[in-house]
């Protein structure tokens, strides 16, 4: 046999392989120009804003291009003493020409971030400066406060020279760069992201369980009954799908609250007392049930499709080989469902994980999760970097959870419907 | 050692599911041990429903089922040790082969090594050595359908029902899977109650057939009595090809009578007629016709040839016969038959014993 394999033409005497590709290219062409419009989409709306959060999350620039000339000279300075002439020369030049870009503010709001107590000298600067004379401007700088004459204020201004950052996702594990450049815990009484993020896991964990412990005898009922009563069932499940977010969970504020239908029946039945009403909204237990919920459906249709192919034969298979209707459940019906469990349950933890609106509005202080947070920072503080730091750990989050998943039962095994 | 004729019985067995019909009415049935039956009906008889109740997964709505003796109707179904195949296989998709049949000898705390020579002893049964530890989903239908039967006999249960087992399967492998099980029957003598609507099988297979129609048994005897003294027209029509004539009894003595169709008159073997005037069908399997008979018979007619089709050992001919154009003849492939054309008139005769004069339904 002979190694090189001949080449094989057509009728035409065009080589068979350049006339398939000729034959493939249009269809090829038409296949793109019909998914082009979902993937510009999806670049669009998807992976722009993503790659922008990133963008935004480790970006430093600001600082960087306020005070160009001082973190130049400030090059070779080994950061020990005072700097040197040059450095206060070069951030005289600076800040004189922020002044004149009324620019001077936001340095002073991004210096304090780094340091407190950058605010206030460099109000004073300002002012001082419109009478300095040239030269010698580390004197008069030092003279305006006593701070301008501390080196850690100076380091501190050093430590913004880089134009990126990982200081924001240090922050959001409430810990930061301390003078001597190490990582370390912020004080325990103002650390309050640590416990937004073990609330937030601990809250999409059990919101989950307690899908799952519902959705399964609804999916199962569903999947059994006759088409008549399993339609009627499936629109009883879908129903809140088609009411507003808000509207929910406006309702849920309505039967919880003190004065509610909940508590009111609660008192009507004696369990308890009418001047001892417990609190069920604007705590965690609000969270846990409307959030509860609101994502059963996301539950009960994983698994509902899965169950929905399971031959009812094989139980009666696992009954008439002799085995009792829990043995034929635990061993043939439930290893069945697993895909439709693992998808539920990573749809719903995943949902829960970035939960905003409800516990928003029935969590209350201790029931609201690191997205209120991360919202809080979007709207009120606009520290958009910090947002961005923040959603995207919550990202890689979900990203690590979807990997142990993979790990453990393994992603192919997944039935979403 | 005398064989317990009664080892399954159905007493008058009624069973309804929405209370309006009755699926199944007033079953009387007997099952010998070791025996072949199956139920054989089309599609809505009540077959299916009756070995749903022997298994337990229904319950009669009236009646008793007993087996060996005992009255089972309160059993739950895991109780029963009933080996059953299902029409789909059931076999657990998520276990191998060797955990589908270790299922039913977990459940029965049955030790590990006993249930190995059990799994052994069951797959050379079915000749599926080496295929222990394969998923269902790696079998072709056929081994499916083995491991199903060898699943249910893997635990020595004493009845075994099969429910349509190989009705997914294709023509060539259902029929050697028929003579596999029947095999397996005769080997190891379990009592097999068989469900299926596929009348070639039903005469393979079985001991015994129980026709069902209309949640009755029409017929219960051994294939080539059903097939040759069929007790109704529905029995005669079910199985096999039958010609008939619709008439009017004109004459009934000896053993015989004389049958008045539309356009001539002939003579058939009294079965369901009692007297002159009753309406009638006669039903006549098609190879007992002849053509041109050189023995002397008792019935022969001319008729004209309209259709001829050729099934390679055989030739079907379609014959247009006093007053019936559906007359059916089946004339073996030989060189004798040259004068078969369309178009052709030729004699055909018939004994009257064949021709069975049955109820007019």
Redesign the interface.
């Known amino acids: 046999m002979s190694s090189e394999t001949k080449q094989i033409l057509t009728t035409d005497g065009i080589p068979l392989e350049v006339s398939l590709k000729k034959a493939e290219k249009k269809n090829k062409i038409k296949a793109f120009l019909l998914v082009a419009p979902l993937l510009f989409f999806l670049i669009i709306t998807y992976v722009f804003p993503i790659g922008d959060m990133l963008f935004r999350s480790v970006d430093d620039k600001m600082v960087t291009q306020m005070l160009p000339k001082t973190f130049k000279a400030m090059e070779s300075w080994d950061g020990q003493e005072l700097p040197e002439e040059e450095v206060f020369a070069a951030f005289h030049e600076d800040f004189i020409k922020l002044v004149e870009d009324k620019r001077e503010g936001k340095l002073s709001t991004q210096l304090n971030y780094t340091k407190n107590g950058f605010k206030s000298i460099i109000k004073k600067l300002r002012r001082a400066s419109k009478k300095f004379e040239e030269g010698n401007y580390k004197e008069q700088i030092m003279s305006v406060h006593k701070r301008w004459a501390d080196v850690e204020y100076w380091r501190a201004i050093q430590r913004r020279a880089p134009e990126f950052t990982g200081q924001k996702y240090l922050k959001g594990m409430d810990m930061y760069v301390n003078e001597e450049g190490k990582i370390v815990s912020v004080e325990e009484d103002r650390r309050i992201h640590r416990v937004l993020w073990l609330r937030t896991l601990e809250i999409a964990f059990f919101v989950t369980v307690f899908c799952f412990l519902m959705a399964y005898p609804i999916a199962h009922l569903l999947a059994t009954l006759p088409m008549k009563y399993s339609n009627l069932l499936m629109i009883c499940v879908l129903l809140p799908f088609w009411t507003s977010l808000l509207v929910r969970t406006a309702s849920w504020m309505i039967l919880l609250q003190q004065q509610g239908i909940v508590n009111d029946f609660f008192v009507g039945i004696g369990l308890v007392a009418d001047d001892n009403r417990p609190e069920m909204m604007y705590n965690k237990t609000g969270s846990y049930v409307a959030m509860t919920q609101i994502l059963l459906p996301f539950m009960v249709l994983p698994l509902y499709s899965v169950m929905k192919t399971i031959?009812p034969?094989?139980m009666?298979?696992?009954?008439?080989?002799?085995?009792?209707?829990f043995?034929?459940f635990w061993?043939?019906y439930f290893?069945?469902t697993i895909p439709g469990i693992g998808a539920g349950c990573l749809l719903v933890f995943i949902l829960a994980i970035g939960y905003y609106i409800t516990p928003a509005l029935v969590g209350g202080a201790s029931g609201t999760l690191i997205s209120n947070q991360i919202a809080f920072h979007m709207k009120s503080t606009l520290d958009w970097s910090f947002a961005s730091a923040m959603g995207l750990m919550l990202l890689s989050g979900v990203l690590v959870i979807y990997w142990l998943y993979n790990k453990i039962v393994g992603i192919d095994n997944i039935k979403l419907g | 050692m005398s064989v317990n004729k009664e080892f399954v019985k159905f007493d008058k067995v009624d069973k309804s599911y929405d209370g309006k019909v009755l699926v199944v009415k007033d079953l009387q049935l007997d099952i010998a041990e070791g025996e072949f039956i199956t139920m054989l009906g089309p599609s809505g008889s009540g077959k299916t429903t009756c070995l749903m109740m022997l298994?337990?997964?229904e319950t009669p709505t009236n009646g008793e089922i007993y087996l060996d003796g005992n009255a089972i109707s309160s059993i739950?179904?895991?109780?029963?040790?009933?080996?059953?195949v299902?029409?789909?296989y059931?076999?657990?998709?998520?276990m191998t082969v060797y955990e589908n049949l270790a299922?039913?000898l977990r459940?029965?705390k049955i030790p590990k090594d006993e249930a190995d020579k059990k799994i052994d002893k069951a797959l050379s049964m079915v000749s599926l050595q080496g295929f222990a530890s394969r998923m269902p989903g790696q079998l072709s239908g056929g081994q499916q359908q083995r491991v199903a039967v060898a699943?249910?006999l893997v635990?020595d249960p004493q009845l075994v029902?099969m429910d349509e087992p190989l009705g997914a399967l294709d023509k060539n492998l259902r029929e050697s899977m028929q003579y596999e099980i029947k095999h397996i029957h005769e080997s190891i003598g379990v009592t097999v109650v068989y469900v299926t609507h596929d009348q070639s099988e039903a005469l393979t297979m079985s001991n015994r057939i129980a026709v069902f129609n209309d949640g009755k048994v029409q017929q219960l005897s051994s294939p080539d009595e059903l097939y040759e003294k069929p007790v109704n027209s529905f029995v005669a029509e079910f199985i096999g090809e039958n010609n008939t004539f619709n008439g009017e009894v004109s004459d009934i003595s000896g053993g015989k009578c004389k049958v008045k169709l539309s356009n001539a008159e002939i003579i058939a073997n009294p079965i369901s007629v009692k007297s002159k005037g009753d309406k009638t069908k006669v039903s006549l399997r098609p190879e007992r016709a002849l053509i041109n008979p050189k023995d002397k018979m008792d019935n022969i007619h001319n008729g004209k040839i309209e259709e001829v089709i050729y099934h390679g050992d055989h030739t079907r001919v379609r014959i247009n016969l006093l007053g019936n154009p559906e007359f059916i003849l089946k004339v073996p492939n030989s060189s004798a038959n040259l004068d078969i054309k369309l178009g052709n008139e030729i004699k055909i005769g018939w004994n009257s014993q064949d021709a069975r004069a049955l109820d007019p339904k």
Do not use: D, E, W
């Open positions: 031959s034969s094989l009666r298979a696992g009954k008439s080989l002799g085995g009792t209707p043995v034929a061993k043939v290893p069945l | 298994a337990g997964f739950p179904p895991h109780k029963r040790g009933i080996g059953m299902f029409q789909n059931a076999l657990f998709p998520h299922f039913p459940v029965r699943r249910s635990f029902l």
